[in-house]
């Protein structure tokens, strides 16, 4: 893989989702103050990179989209000391936390220039190529879920991040590199639709669409330069003995919600699997249609996600496809509890256990990606069971109307990932 992929990866998902921001005041003066997130400043070869944000006492002109104000700006920067000059590589602006423009490039395709004398960037430029990657003084800004932009916070990832449960995707977002537990196991409570105000709202359609979840926020670059990605179009495969799953599944349902990108029944804990000899604990099943992942350019109607979270907060998604065919009489019983709205979640009356939407035959694919949805964190463990369920036409439709739009994104590429079973 390119190097400097390699590295943007890197960076992007140190400074996209993985660690509590910690700002550090470089410079205030009348009209704007300078931020730098410590924890974002790397060093690769001759080039150091650092997330910045400017805070603007009164609106700024955007001047590449006439018309459009900003008060805020977080962008990533490139400094090469040696020749002491300076490129922007992403900026994202925002007017009240809410963003209204970004734009990007690699650091490769940069354009760097020497920074006017005593401007932002050469602010930043002289702090960083004279502090190292230890960056100490300055006046600290305790590091708080809020200290960073709400809009851009790291914290808030996803919409669904900010609803009750986790949704299957999204716990990863801090995963990666902290100590956070990646799966919120929040109990359910209310307040979701205060949250969501601040997080970056993405949809499967439009101009927050699947390829422009990257431009959306920073925190969501992995899912344009991740190399990792879900889903998969599962086509050559490596045979191999795999383990079968071990694992219970027996603990109900408890409840059920509409999050708005999907439908999601969280069960009583208990329900886990051993993979790699490491316990992971089941969390929620959500559902997609049609199908994610395709099997030999295969899509189904339906697929339904498992998503166990170890501990340390690794993911391991176990997917079940449906065929159209006899109705499933576990889907049956959560379908008619189903919220045909988005909202909180309701406690189900119905007894459903995990087992009942996992097909006998437990053959299955294994490989590696990525949650699906925003941020698109990558290390995640796929289980994918080669027999599917069936669901009933009807089924099928219940559920599309419940999401009011389809909510697969597109398969991604491999980029030399192994599939096996
Ligand atoms: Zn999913």
């Not at 590295?7 to 003066?29: C, H, P, R």
């Not at 009209?31 to 001759?46: A, F, G, N, P, Y």
């Not at 699997?273 to 490491?278: E, P, T, Y």
Request: glycine letters at 4%; hydrophobic letters at 35%; a neutral charge.
């Amino acid at each position: 893989m390119n190097k400097s992929i390699l590295f943007l990866l890197f960076l992007f998902t140190i400074s996209g989702n993985s660690y509590a921001t910690t700002w550090l005041k470089l410079s205030e003066n009348g009209t704007s103050k300078l931020m730098l997130d410590k924890q974002s400043v790397l060093q690769q070869d001759l080039l150091k990179k650092a997330w910045v944000k400017i805070e603007y006492k009164t609106p700024q002109e955007n001047l590449e989209s006439l018309g459009k104000q900003y008060n805020l700006s977080k962008l990533l920067w490139f400094f090469d000391c040696n020749s002491q000059k300076s490129a922007t590589s992403q900026v994202f602006q925002y007017l009240d936390n809410e963003l209204v423009y970004s734009a990007g490039v690699d650091s490769k395709n940069a354009e760097f220039i020497e920074p006017v004398p005593e401007s932002d960037m050469d602010i930043a430029m002289r702090h960083i190529c004279l502090s190292g990657n230890a960056v100490a003084t300055a006046t600290e800004v305790k590091p708080t879920k809020t200290s960073t932009p709400p809009a851009a916070s790291k914290e808030a990832t996803s919409k669904a991040e900010a609803k009750p449960e986790p949704s299957p995707e999204k716990p990863a977002a801090p995963v990666a590199k902290t100590g956070t537990p990646a799966v919120k196991t929040t109990p359910v409570k209310s307040g979701a639709a205060k949250d969501n105000a601040q997080k970056p709202h993405w949809a499967y359609e439009g101009k927050e669409g699947p390829e422009n979840w990257a431009k959306l926020s920073p925190e969501f670059a992995t899912c344009e330069i991740g190399r990792n990605q879900s889903p998969i179009n599962i086509e050559d495969t490596m045979h191999t003995t795999l383990k079968p799953v071990r694992g219970i599944q027996k603990f109900p349902a408890k409840e059920i919600f509409n999050n708005g990108h999907t439908v999601q029944v969280n069960f009583k804990e208990g329900n886990m699997l051993v993979l790699d000899s490491a316990p992971y604990q089941m969390k929620e099943v959500h559902f997609h249609a049609p199908s994610e992942n395709k099997i030999h350019n295969k899509s189904f109607p339906l697929e339904a996600h498992f998503v166990h979270a170890d501990s340390k907060g690794n993911l391991t998604v176990i997917a079940v496809m449906f065929k159209e065919g006899k109705a499933n009489p576990a889907l049956a019983k959560l379908w008619l509890e189903m919220p045909k709205k988005e909202g909180e979640p309701v406690a189900l009356k119905t007894r459903v256990i995990p087992s009942e939407l996992i097909p006998e035959n437990r053959a299955y694919y294994r490989f590696s990606g990525s949650l699906t949805t925003p941020p698109c964190s990558e290390g995640v463990r796929w289980i994918l069971m080669k027999t599917p369920m069936t669901a009933s036409k009807e089924q099928i439709e219940t559920f599309e109307q419940a999401i009011h739009h389809t909510n697969n994104r597109p398969v991604q590429a491999l980029n030399g990932r192994l599939v096996v079973e």
